[in-house]
């Protein structure tokens, strides 16, 4: 585990989008597993930039988001297919048919959800893992109480989260309960994770990930048991860690071999 502080979220997400153009120069056909959520606007923003301005090629790329709400149709404005299609993929060139959204209006959900895990399976699993975090420590939408091995499932939303997304809706009353998620252990299993976070709001939370026991309460926290993962902080994300200083140190004298 890698803890990264910029001075900022225009920092994070260039220093998050420069890792994604490595990837995907080096593996263009590279499974990319993305989040949506206020936090990786910046990062799509940068991306969408590196491929107008750069030639960043994402014709081969598969992608797998984290998840969808349940009950709302694709089309609705506050899906999570219309946010990922007007935040990113219809300002890159990555094709339709390599896009995989979870769905939330699958009649039969379990079997949805086994053919998604499958499909992640099939394609090789996911090279590279985007994750933002919630205030309650959740990753995807697996909220405090989700087991650490859970796989791409129906969940339903705290009230906390409902609130926090209600900006989106208009009302809290709007939003719907449940979702189709990830698990904790399906993200567990990419290859590379680059959790970002920016804002004081998120301070006390990313302590308890960082910082805090592994525990199925803040399921952020088991990123401290995965071997390639990386928090891409901006300061006021980072200033409730005690071992902050100690984090800069080691970015700033990382080894050159590695
Ligand atoms: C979104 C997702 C969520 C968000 C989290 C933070 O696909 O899986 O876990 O990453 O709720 O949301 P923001 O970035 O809006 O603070």
């Not at 209006?105 to 394609?123: G, H, M, N, P």
């Not at 004081?200 to 960082?210: G, L, M, P, Q």
């Amino acid at each position: 585990m890698e803890v990264i502080i910029k001075a900022n979220y225009d920092e994070i997400s260039l220093e998050a989008a420069n890792y994604v153009k490595r990837l995907v120069q080096n593996k263009p056909n590279c499974v990319l597993g993305l989040a949506t959520g206020s936090t990786p606007l910046g990062l799509y923003k940068e991306l969408i930039r590196m491929h107008r301005e750069e030639g960043l090629d994402f014709s081969k790329v598969y992608t797998f988001n984290l998840d969808e709400y349940y009950g709302i149709p694709h089309s609705h404005e506050q899906s999570y297919h219309t946010f990922m299609q007007e935040n990113l993929f219809q300002h890159i060139n990555v094709q339709p048919e390599r896009i995989h959204v979870p769905s939330g209006t699958a009649e039969d959900v379990k079997a949805f959800c086994q053919w998604y895990e499958d499909e992640i399976k099939r394609l090789g699993g996911i090279d590279l893992q985007i994750l933002g975090i919630g205030r309650d420590g959740h990753i995807a939408f697996n909220e405090p109480g989700s087991s650490l091995g859970s796989r791409t499932r129906i969940k339903t939303l705290t009230q906390e989260t409902i609130e926090d997304n209600a900006r989106f809706f208009g009302s809290k009353d709007l939003v719907p309960r449940y979702a189709v998620t990830m698990g904790v252990g399906t993200i567990f299993e990419a290859k590379e994770i680059i959790l970002l976070a920016n804002g004081a709001n998120k301070a006390e939370t990313i302590a308890k990930a960082v910082e805090g026991p592994v525990t199925a309460q803040v399921t952020a926290s088991i990123l401290q048991l995965h071997p390639n993962t990386i928090f891409l902080l901006d300061e006021a994300a980072a200033s409730k860690l005690e071992r902050n200083d100690y984090y800069k140190w080691v970015y700033e004298n990382k080894p050159r071999h590695t």
